[in-house]
């Protein structure tokens, strides 16, 4: 299979609880995305890294929240002194980003990790 | 400011038929648009997408139609197989110059009935 992979698939916690997410990108892909998806909603942008520089930011991040990616692979979310407000599913997707030759490269979700903080 | 706006939260159809599927957006920044299928538990998976320089695009039974002064987009299915029951989020982009993040929709849950 090589498509976006997420690890683990499901996570309870109690809050006040520091949770670890992974991802695993299409191999080729360079840019990589997290979102979060409430329910009711569409998923919201959290963060994107092209190889391993992290570039933007959205205010939903809290500084509860890091993101890394070392060596422009996987990367991890972590999620510090959970809370009740951040039980959702976490989205990750990877994309080509632009090219010379493509203007726009769709992007690949993986299946999520869905947060349940109690 | 929701800047993609999907106004139908559920849409039921016969199979068979056509399957239209509404999206607005407010920023006139954005210059790619895609849909995207979702079934519970899984993730979002890309469907179709279009340029802002382009009115439509067709893929198999899926197409989309872009109308920019209207700053509206919609995805046609015909015909419609009970298959295609899911959520359907239009999202959006700016691809230009930028992190082309996506801006979501809330979804529209498509039911297509045997």
């Known amino acids: 299979d090589t498509g976006v992979s997420q690890d683990p698939r499901h996570k309870i916690t109690k809050r006040g609880q520091n949770v670890t997410f992974r991802c695993d990108p299409i191999?080729?892909?360079?840019?990589l995305y997290w979102y979060r998806q409430t329910l009711g909603q569409g998923p919201e942008f959290l963060t994107y890294?092209?190889?391993?520089?992290?570039?933007?930011k959205s205010r939903l991040l809290s500084d509860r929240f890091s993101a890394e990616r070392p060596k422009g692979s996987f990367s991890t979310l972590e999620i510090q002194r959970t809370e009740q407000g951040d039980s959702a599913m976490y989205l990750c997707?990877?994309?080509?980003?632009?090219?010379?030759?493509?203007?726009?490269?769709?992007?690949?979700f993986g299946p999520g990790t869905r947060l349940t903080v109690l | 400011d929701q800047q993609v706006k999907q106004n139908s939260p559920s849409l039921s159809v016969q199979e068979g038929r056509i399957s239209i599927l509404n999206c607005d957006y407010t920023?006139?920044?954005?210059?790619?648009f895609l849909w995207y299928k979702k079934y519970p538990a899984e993730g979002p998976t890309f469907l179709i997408s279009?340029?802002?320089?382009?009115d439509k695009n067709e893929d198999g039974r899926f197409t989309v139609f872009l109308n920019k002064s209207a700053k509206h987009l919609s995805l046609h299915i015909v015909p419609s197989q009970p298959g295609d029951s899911a959520v359907y989020f239009c999202?959006?982009?700016?691809?230009?110059?930028?992190?082309?993040?996506?801006?979501f929709g809330k979804g529209t849950k498509l039911t297509v009935n045997p």
């Open positions: 997707a990877s994309s080509l980003g632009v090219t010379a030759a493509v203007s726009y490269n769709e992007q690949f």
């Open positions: 191999s080729e892909h360079n840019r």
């Open positions: 890294f092209q190889n391993e520089a992290q570039l933007e």
């Open positions: 920023n006139s920044m954005f210059d790619y």
């Open positions: 279009i340029s802002s320089i382009k």
């Open positions: 999202a959006a982009s700016v691809a230009q110059g930028g992190s082309e993040k996506l801006v």
